[in-house]
């Protein structure tokens, strides 16, 4: 069997940027797609699914987690990511991280619906800590758009 390049594999990918259901099925095909289709998914993350706001907790260093430790949060104890998926990240939309930070406490049980100075303070923390981490690891841009 004949294989192309990986610009070509990059170039074919790279049409279905939006398309996040059917890339992540042809990540699933092979080792080979699959490292070529991990960078495309993760450059842009769409960070209101709180699933994405869990492995980017399991990414922080000790000193990023210690920023969480007055406000006892509890961190995800899941193993590693098998990728270093914040490497990948190019944009971040600051508004996506700031809901999917306060979707993530709500669901872990925090009363976010509050609005004291407490729970500002907490979704402060977690979003400093993540931004700390993504500055750390990637080569990103913090947008509102």
């Not at 709180?50 to 104890?77: G, H, W």
Request: proline residues 5%; charged residues 20%; contains cysteine.
């Amino acid at each position: 069997m004949i294989t192309l390049p990986n610009e070509c594999y990059y170039a074919i990918f790279n049409n279905l940027c939006h398309d996040y259901k059917n890339l992540f099925s042809c990540a699933l095909v092979n080792r080979h797609w699959c490292r070529v289709i991990i960078p495309i998914l993760w450059s842009k993350p769409k960070l209101k699914n709180i699933k994405l706001i869990r492995i980017f907790l399991l990414t922080l260093n000790v000193n990023e987690q210690a920023l969480l430790i007055p406000f006892k949060i509890t961190l995800p104890s899941h193993p590693k990511p098998l990728f270093e998926y914040t490497n990948y990240i190019t944009s971040i939309n600051s508004d996506y991280l700031h809901n999917g930070v306060r979707s993530w406490l709500t669901c872990e049980g925090f009363e976010m619906y509050k609005r004291d100075e407490a729970s500002h303070e907490l979704e402060n923390a977690v979003e400093s800590s993540l931004i700390v981490m993504l500055l750390r690891t990637s080569n990103i841009c913090i947008s509102k758009d």
